[in-house]
């Protein structure tokens, strides 16, 4: 397999003799998209920024192109109010809606109860049939929404995980890097999985390993993804490297594919939706883009 570009893309990667699988990610330039559409206090960029690298790593778990992958973060009373991120294909988005007057009480680096309260992380996958829709809920706690997403492995899936993210903007411009390490004793495809008990001698030695890499490792930008997974994993055992991906940040937002939207619409909700002039604006929270569709367009 060809060398990844060590930035921008994901790693998939096997561990036979241990049945585990894992990802391993660095995002920059489209990090930079991504966030370059808002302006965002760094507090609410470093979040993002691990939210959608968590997305990447979640989302190259699916096999199938046209699966999509939604992590939602949502509060009742939190400085953040939703916190959303989607993975298809290889194209990231994300946004965050969230208090600019609370968060500026805030200490500058405010812990994760601190930003959501007490919040809830929705993890979904919808792949194509027969699979379909598998959504699963878990309460936003912990240090950090890595750990969340860990911890939804082991509550709705049964499933050892372990993941790290490493965010850096040392730089003035930001690296994420994550690593996403998993035990599947059926193999990739997992038949019904049998994690009831929560002892895995194999298991243990590869989070041992896995947990060991360091943040600099993640988000250094000249480090190639193998070389981590090396240095971690093969002096024990073989690493098999499967698929390697690029990362782009991807909207549906263009003008077509809105209009195309809004022509399904009943005859009454376009009425509402029609301002003075006779158009209807759309926002895109994704990208701080609002479209303009004008009337005539409307009547067909
Ligand atoms: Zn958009």
Known sequence: MAEMAPIDSILSFSIPAKHCRGRVVRLGPVLDDILGAHDYPPAIRDIL????CLTAMLGALLKD?????TLQ??????????????????????????DRERLASQPVEP??????????????????????RNQGIVPLEGASLAEAVQN????????????????DESDGKVVAGGLL?????????????????????????????????????????????EEILWRLFSESDEVRLLSGKP??????????????????????????????????????????????????????
């Not at 920024?49 to 959608?52: F, W």
């Not at 991120?85 to 969230?98: P, T």
């Open 49 to 52: 920024a691990e939210a959608v």
């Open 65 to 69: 192109e046209d699966a999509q992958l």
């Open 73 to 98: 973060a949502q509060t009742e009373a939190g400085v953040i109010n939703l916190l959303a991120c989607d993975y298809k294909d290889g194209a990231l988005r994300g946004y965050v809606e969230f």
């Open 111 to 132: 812990s994760l109860m601190a930003l959501f309260g007490k919040g809830y992380l929705a993890i979904t996958f919808d792949q194509p049939a027969p699979r379909g």
């Open 152 to 167: 939804y492995f082991f509550q709705s899936e049964q499933i050892p995980t372990l993941i790290r993210v490493a965010i």
């Open 181 to 225: 390490v998993q035990h599947l004793p059926d193999g990739e495809d997992g038949r019904e999985r049998l994690h009831v008990r929560l002892d895995h001698p194999e298991w243990e030695h590869v989070e041992i390993m896995g947990g060991s890499v360091k943040p600099t490792e993640l988000t250094e930008p000249a480090l190639p993804l």
């Open 247 to 300: 990362c782009v940040k991807g909207c549906r937002c263009n003008e077509d594919h809105i209009r195309d939207v809004i022509a399904r619409f009943p005859k009454e909700d376009k009425d509402d939706m029609v301002d003075e002039q006779g158009n209807i604006a759309i926002d895109c929270a994704f990208c701080s883009k609002t479209f303009t569709i004008t009337g005539a367009s409307l009547n067909n």
